[in-house]
Structure formats: C-alpha cells, structure tokens
C-alpha cells in the first residue's frame, strides 16, 4: 500500500505531548493543527502509534479526497475509494455496526444528514445489505466514519482506533470524576519525571491513574494484550505487522525510581489497589492509606508531587491548599492539575498547559 495520510486526533491542549511521541516514532513530516496532527505512514505506522502513544485519543486514515457539488458526483466519488483494502464483505454478517460524523462548511452538500443518509445507502450495496448505524462508537464492532466537507472538497477519513485510546483495555474501576489517561500521561511527560531520577508520588491518587500510567510508561507497556483495535478488522490487515510494529517500538527512557500513591479515602485505595493489578503494576506501585498532612512528617527531598486534587463534585471542604503549600519547601517539586477558578487560591509558579477535563478548563501548573 502506498503511504496513508494520517489524521491523529488529540485532546486540545496535549498536541505538543502527542508530537513529542509520534517524534520518537521517527515521524519528522508533522503538522499540528488544533485537537490533531497530521503526518505519513504506512500501516505499520498506523499500528505504532495506537499501540504506543498515550497522549492520543484516536487515529484516522484519509480514505480519499475528492470534489463533489451534489449527490451523484458524492456517490462517483465515494465509488472511487479504495474500500475493498479495509473493509470485508462479511462485515454485516459478522456484527459491524457504523458511526458516521460529517461535517459540512460553505459547501453545495450543506445538509449532514442527507450526505450520510446517502453514505450509508452507499456502503449498504457496496457490502450486500442494510448496515446498522450507531449514534456513537458503542463497542469494538462500531467503525467509526468521519466525512469532512468544506467548499465541495470532501474528505472521508476511517478511524483504526475503535474505543477511544485512553480506555487502556485493562477493565479498569474508577472512583469519581476520574481523570483521562491520556490527560495523566501528558502530566507525566510535562513535569520531566521519566528522566528526573526523582521518586513519584500522588498523594490524592484516587483511582490510581496517575501512578498507574507513570508504570506503565516506566515498562514500556503497550495495549494489544488488553484491547482490540478497528484496523485489527481490516481487509489489508495481517497479524504479523503487530510484531512488526513492536519490534520497532522504542525503549523506555525512564529512569526507574519509586512510585508511590496515597488516598485518604480506604475505598479509592482498595480500587486503586485492583486497577494496578489489572493493569499488570502491582509490583510497581506502592500504595497506602493516608492524609496528606500525613506525608509532613515524610523525607520527600528525592520526590516529584503529580496530583491531581479533589475538585468539582470531588471537593470536600478544599482543605488540600493549605497542607500542599507546606509540602511545596519539602519535596524536589509538586505538579497539579486544578480548574482555573482555583488559580488564584494556589498561584503556582508556572502553568504547563490548559485543558479540558469534561465542560471544566483545567490548568497543569508548577506550584
């Protein structure tokens, strides 16, 4: 196959840590956009950065591009596509639901529910039978379409994810409000711990996934063992470019310290005790019930703090303020993600990056 355009779909306010990652794939033709990057590859490619990158959401494949002003010139043009190099006739018997999301700008085809409509009676002839559509990606069986119009130029773009990437594979349990993996991991990968020397510790770790991720990311850890992934279905695709794809995957750059977690609620630690387990961790996280004021009378000079506290429907009273401003003279460094209403209660020293976690704009800050 000749080289894929690849749209790699990343949470905004992450772009930099999802470049940094596609960088140490060899991937140097880069270009970012808000919430995506763009860049070649071929089907390997695609199959190391869904193993490998934790900062991204999903990876989509530009199936074609091609100009169309009214209907029939949209059918002459999806019928030009390469569908047979990715999607079986034996979809619809074997479960296959579709996801369409098309979007239309300043284009002839302004009305999105009629161009789906029409793609769906496409891909119905072209695969033998009505195929079932789905609002939004329901299990491993949902192929996810994406169909961007603007000024008559239309893109069809196939997802190779499926579940959205931040949901590892592992089954993992969560406490409330949980934090996205791929949020975690960009925290991780800003504060410089990889390659700090220093100890890790999350002292409000509540389902686990902060320290979770910083193991995973210490092993090297990627997820064909826990989860499948839509290009695993596809009519081009052969199990053995999965070994392919992790005999080129590169080493770990951590520097292996201590990590440790801490909840001062014994139910979130007793999760946060079955996730590591799932996840194939337990050995390298050590976890414990405990305050933070307890962690004052702890020797933390060798320790990074990434934390992220009780906010929003987790706050109780907002009494983490005060003890983590004692902490801030006794560790190396203390990294939070807080809401940007509660800037002005901590001033940190440094803000990181802005996100979203949810409708609430967080900010990852050096106190």
Same mark, same amino acid.
């Given at each position: 196959?000749?080289?894929?355009?690849?749209?790699?779909?990343?949470?905004?306010?992450?772009?930099?840590?999802?470049?940094?990652?596609?960088?140490?794939?060899?991937?140097?033709?880069?270009?970012?956009?808000?919430?995506?990057?763009?860049?070649?590859?071929?089907?390997?490619?695609?199959?190391?950065?869904?193993?490998?990158?934790?900062?991204?959401?999903?990876?989509?494949?530009?199936?074609?591009?091609?100009?169309?002003?009214?209907?029939?010139?949209?059918?002459?043009?999806?019928?030009?596509?390469?569908?047979?190099?990715?999607?079986?006739?034996?979809?619809?018997?074997?479960?296959?639901?579709?996801?369409?999301?098309?979007?239309?700008?300043?284009?002839?085809?302004?009305?999105?529910?009629?161009?789906?409509?029409?793609?769906?009676?496409?891909?119905?002839?072209?695969?033998?039978?009505?195929?079932?559509?789905?609002?939004?990606?329901?299990?491993?069986?949902?192929?996810?379409?994406?169909?961007?119009?603007?000024?008559?130029?239309?893109?069809?773009?196939?997802?190779?994810?499926?579940?959205?990437?931040?949901? %590892?594979?592992?089954?993992?349990?969560?406490? +409330? !409000?949980?934090?996205?993996? $791929?949020?975690?991991? @960009?925290? =991780?990968?800003?504060?410089?711990?990889?390659?700090?020397?220093?100890?890790?510790?999350?002292?409000?770790?509540?389902?686990?996934?902060?320290?979770?991720?910083?193991?995973?990311?210490?092993?090297?850890?990627?997820?064909?063992?826990?989860?499948?992934?839509?290009?695993?279905?596809?009519?081009?695709?052969?199990?053995?470019?999965?070994?392919?794809?992790?005999?080129?995957?590169?080493?770990?750059?951590?520097?292996?310290?201590?990590?440790?977690?801490?909840?001062?609620?014994?139910?979130?630690?007793?999760?946060?005790?079955?996730?590591?387990?799932?996840?194939?961790?337990?050995?390298?996280?050590?976890?414990?019930?405990?305050?933070?004021?307890?962690?004052?009378?702890?020797?933390?000079?060798?320790?990074?703090?990434?934390?992220?506290?009780?906010?929003?429907? %987790?706050?109780?009273?907002?009494?983490?303020? +005060? !003890?983590?401003?004692?902490? $801030?003279?006794?560790? @190396?460094? =203390?990294?939070?993600?807080?809401?940007?209403?509660?800037?002005?209660?901590?001033?940190?020293?440094?803000?990181?990056?802005?996100?979203?976690?949810?409708?609430?704009?967080?900010?990852?800050?050096?106190?």
């Amino acid at each position: 196959m000749k080289p894929i355009d690849l749209i790699v779909i990343v949470q905004p306010g992450l772009e930099r840590y999802a470049r940094l990652e596609l960088m140490s794939l060899g991937i140097s033709d880069i270009r970012q956009i808000k919430g995506a990057l763009l860049c070649k590859g071929h089907l390997t490619t695609l199959i190391r950065i869904n193993l490998f990158c934790r900062t991204v959401s999903r990876v989509l494949c530009n199936l074609g591009t091609f100009r169309a002003g009214n209907f029939r010139h949209l059918t002459d043009g999806l019928a030009s596509l390469p569908w047979d190099d990715y999607l079986p006739p034996n979809l619809i018997d074997r479960g296959f639901s579709f996801c369409l999301r098309v979007h239309s700008y300043q284009s002839d085809l302004y009305h999105e529910k009629a161009v789906a409509q029409r793609i769906i009676h496409f891909l119905s002839d072209r695969l033998g039978g009505v195929i079932p559509v789905q609002s939004s990606i329901q299990d491993e069986n949902t192929i996810l379409l994406v169909i961007h119009i603007k000024q008559d130029l239309v893109q069809v773009r196939l997802d190779s994810s499926g579940i959205h990437l931040h949901k %590892r594979g592992y089954s993992k349990f969560t406490e +409330t !409000a949980p934090l996205r993996e $791929t949020i975690a991991t @960009a925290m =991780i990968m800003a504060s410089g711990w990889q390659v700090s020397g220093l100890d890790l510790l999350d002292p409000m770790c509540g389902s686990g996934t902060i320290p979770i991720e910083a193991a995973l990311m210490a092993k090297g850890h990627t997820w064909e063992r826990h989860r499948r992934f839509t290009f695993m279905d596809w009519a081009c695709f052969d199990p053995g470019l999965i070994g392919k794809a992790l005999a080129s995957l590169p080493e770990s750059c951590c520097v292996q310290r201590n990590i440790r977690a801490a909840d001062s609620d014994a139910k979130a630690i007793a999760t946060a005790q079955d996730n590591c387990q799932k996840g194939g961790v337990e050995g390298s996280v050590s976890l414990s019930h405990q305050s933070l004021d307890q962690w004052l009378d702890e020797d933390l000079r060798q320790t990074m703090i990434i934390t992220n506290p009780p906010w929003g429907i %987790r706050l109780v009273g907002g009494e983490w303020q +005060t !003890a983590m401003t004692k902490l $801030t003279n006794r560790v @190396a460094s =203390i990294y939070l993600l807080i809401p940007d209403h509660e800037i002005p209660r901590v001033k940190p020293r440094k803000t990181i990056f802005q996100t979203r976690c949810g409708e609430i704009n967080t900010t990852f800050c050096l106190l």
